[in-house]
T-cell receptor, first 111, second 117 residues
Framework: RKEVEQDPGPFNVPEGATVAFNCTYS??????FFWYRQDCRKEPKLLMS???SGNEDGRFTAQLNRASQYISLLIRDSKLSDSATYLC????????????FGAGTQVVVTP | EAQVTQNPRYLITVTGKKLTVTCSQN?????MSWYRQDPGLGLRQIYY???????DKGDVPEGYKVSRKEKRNFPLILESPSPNQTSLYFC????????????????FGPGTRLTVL
């Protein structure tokens, strides 16, 4: 089993709608989680960090469910510019220096 | 401007010809890391460094070498490149907590697209 798994999508979302997707992780000791956004094979850019139960930044909300070992990302009022691949990341179980990324969830916002 | 830079951005080379991809950051970050990204496989960690002179293997270190002689630089060396190392490579850096137990969010370089013929 991969340490971090994501639904690859694509999630096709009408503009203005809400979309949510999850990322499951296997290292129960992980203390920090990250959501990155990546456009067209450009460099990933940090969207949100999650250190406790969750985090909210404008239209974006990340929730951490430690019991079920997943983090979710919710995008409200989707914009065309939200179309991207969203990567989640968590430390590996055998070393805090090792970061495991999911393969990404593609979101396509349509007019 | 705070940034991570990589050079070259694009490189086409032939099997067996040694190459180095440079990575430099100006944010005084202790942690640096190299990733490769391949379709369907996502980002996979090659090597990382928690501080100067400290490097460790990631998930896919075979065929690569790194060094961390200075805090700001973390070059990736391919001693004898092979076609299966054709990929998109990203360097990243971040702060760490004082006890090195947690990695902060990472800043990525723009990527190096490598083709090995």
């Amino acid at each position: 089993r991969k340490e971090v798994e994501q639904d690859p999508g694509p999630f096709n979302v009408p503009e203005g709608a809400t979309v949510a997707f999850n990322c499951t992780y296997s290292n129960s000791a992980s203390q920090s989680f990250f959501w990155y956004r990546q456009d067209c094979r450009k460099e990933p850019k940090l969207l949100m960090s999650v250190y406790s139960s969750g985090n909210e930044d404008g239209r974006f909300t990340a929730q951490l469910n430690r019991a079920s070992q997943y983090i979710s990302l919710l995008i409200r009022d989707s914009k065309l510019s939200d179309s991207a691949t969203y990567l989640c990341a968590a430390p590996r179980g055998d070393s805090w220096g090792k970061l495991q990324f999911g393969a990404g969830t593609q979101v396509v916002v349509t007019p | 401007e705070a940034q991570v830079t990589q050079n070259p951005r694009y490189l086409i080379t032939v099997t067996g010809k040694k190459l180095t991809v440079t990575c430099s950051q100006n944010m005084n970050h202790e942690y640096m890391s190299w990733y490769r990204q391949d379709p369907g496989l996502g980002l996979r960690q090659i090597y990382y460094s928690m501080n100067v002179e400290v490097t460790d293997k990631g998930d896919v270190p075979e065929g690569y070498k790194v060094s961390r002689k200075e805090k700001r630089n973390f070059p990736l060396i391919l001693e004898s490149p092979s076609p299966n190392q054709t990929s998109l490579y990203f360097c990243a850096s971040s702060l760490t907590y004082r006890d090195r137990a947690v990695i902060h969010e990472q800043f990525f370089g723009p990527g190096t697209r490598l083709t090995v013929l």
